[in-house]
Nanobody, 128 residues
Framework: QVQLVESGGGLVQAGGSLRLSCAAS????????MGWFRQLPGKEREFVAA????????SYADSVKGRFTISRDNAKNTVYLQMNSLKPDDTAVYYC?????????????????????WGQGTQVTVSS
């Protein structure tokens, strides 16, 4: 079992920055693909960013490219989402997710169904 705990959400003005953190349990963390998703009430969860450390691949939704950066520290079992130039449209609950079953060279996709474990979510609110 993998447990994920997000932190770092909050209220920020448009143009500001936040850094989300996701601490993971599990000795095989470095082999997991990791992703960030977000969701608004009544809407489907949408992809934000993903990282596969084994092959050095990162992926981003078009809406966040150039503003958000995903990274990980395997020594700390933690993945980060640095969010800059925030917009009101970025307001959502942000979820961290782990793909523990695709294998170290294939994990970190853009689809919700590819991930096995999810955190509880952290609220990000961007005011105009």
């Amino acid at each position: 079992q993998v447990q994920l705990v997000e932190s770092g959400g909050g209220l920020v003005q448009a143009g500001g920055s936040l850094r989300l953190s996701c601490a993971a349990s599990g000795r095989a963390f470095s082999t997991y693909g990791m992703g960030w998703f977000r969701q608004l009430p009544g809407k489907e969860r949408e992809f934000v960013a993903a990282i596969n450390w084994s092959i050095g691949r990162t992926s981003y939704a078009d809406s966040v490219k150039g503003r958000f950066t995903i990274s990980r520290d395997n020594a700390k079992n933690t993945v980060y989402l640095q969010m800059n130039s925030l917009k009101p449209d970025d307001t959502a609950v942000y979820y961290c997710a782990a793909d523990a079953s695709s294998g170290r060279y294939y994990g970190g996709g853009v689809n919700v169904y590819e991930y096995d474990y999810w955190g509880q979510g952290t609220q990000v609110t961007v005011s105009s």
